[in-house]
């Protein structure tokens, strides 16, 4: 073989696996562009979820709040006060409890709303129970008691949500 036939056949190898190595260079430049797509979509998607939450966090906040304040005020009577001014002042914490507990049903999440539906049960039972003068109404006040702490427990826990579905800690 001369010396310009192994010339032109080096020159045409040297080509093709330049031109190879550029059509894998590209290939691989495409799939990390899409693997970097991917995942600025997928943490776009994470930082909206993330802002939703913390916009509903403050209303919600303040709703449970409420409906804690009430209730504890309603509590707090039964400890402080005289069987007459108890007696004077359940319906209006019932009412106010049960507009509290609209609110944050509203509010949500589902579980928040029907452990707040469960609290407000108890509080009514508990204005019959006192305004017809049963001898269970002390059973009541604890009744409420422990519905007020699991709606406490589960409003945090609703409140503590960073939308991953894994608890905070």
Same mark, same amino acid.
């Given at each position: 073989m001369d010396a310009g036939v192994a010339a032109v056949v080096g /020159? /045409?190898? &040297? &080509?093709?696996? /330049?031109?190879?190595?550029?059509? &894998?260079?590209?290939?691989?430049?495409? #799939?990390? *562009? #899409?693997? !970097?797509?991917?995942a600025q979509e997928t943490e776009a998607a994470r930082q909206r979820r993330f802002e939703s939450l913390r916009e509903r966090r403050e209303p919600r906040s !303040? $709703?449970? /709040?409420?409906?804690?304040?009430?209730?504890? %005020?309603l509590l707090d009577l039964f400890r402080a006060v005289s069987q007459e001014e108890a007696h004077a002042r359940i319906d209006e914490l019932n009412d106010s409890a049960r507009k509290r507990r609209a609110v944050v049903a509203l $509010? &949500?999440? %589902?579980?928040?709303? #029907? *452990?707040?539906? %469960?609290?407000? #049960?108890?509080v009514a039972t508990l204005r019959n129970r006192v305004l017809h003068q049963d001898s269970h109404a002390q059973r009541t006040v604890l009744a409420v008691q422990d519905s007020l702490e699991a709606f406490t427990d589960v409003a945090r826990a609703a409140l503590e949500d960073d939308g991953t579905g894994h608890p905070l800690t």
């Open positions: /020159a /045409a190898i &040297g &080509g093709g696996l /330049a031109g190879l190595t550029a059509t &894998g260079t590209s290939w691989f430049n495409l #799939r990390v *562009a #899409r693997l !970097q797509h991917k !303040q $709703a449970y /709040a409420d409906l804690v304040d009430v209730v504890q %005020e $509010a &949500g999440p %589902e579980n928040v709303a #029907r *452990a707040a539906a %469960e609290l407000s #049960r108890t």
